[in-house]
């Protein structure tokens, strides 16, 4: 079966920098889009980042754009998402999400998420 396993959370300061992974197996990872979404208490899950694996197109929400960098490596199936210049806003879980087609900023083409894991910055 599909799995995706985040790893890489943890407590920054603000300013500071983390890279998540996400390992993908069970799936054909070129056929896919990896995307991140995020989630503060309290607030809905909201779209962070997206590749399209074959064509290496990139998405990305405008709140992250210049901070945030989404990349694979195809060998590995597995995404990154670097992150820098953290904010206190950025404190969420992060979550990846596998889709096999559509817009990938769009929650409902996700039919495959991780488990999340927490980013935490402090002021």
């Known amino acids: 079966q599909v799995q995706l396993v985040e790893s890489g959370g943890g407590l920054v300061q603000a300013g500071g920098s983390l890279r998540l992974s996400c390992a993908a197996s069970?799936?054909?990872?070129?056929?896919?889009?990896m995307g991140w979404y995020r989630q503060a208490p309290g607030k809905e899950r909201e779209f962070v980042a997206a590749?399209?694996?074959?064509?290496?197109?990139?998405y990305y929400a405008d709140s992250v754009k210049g901070r945030f960098t989404i990349s694979t490596d195809n060998a590995k199936n597995t995404v990154y998402l670097q992150m820098n210049s953290l904010k206190p806003e950025d404190t969420a879980v992060y979550y990846c999400?596998?889709?096999?087609?559509?817009?990938?900023?769009?929650?409902?083409?996700?039919?495959?998420w991780g488990q999340g894991t927490q980013v935490t910055v402090s002021s």
């Open positions: 999400a596998a889709a096999s087609g559509g817009l990938p900023s769009n929650r409902k083409n996700y039919g495959y």
């Open positions: 590749i399209r694996v074959s064509a290496y197109i990139t």
């Open positions: 069970g799936l054909t990872f070129g056929s896919y889009a």
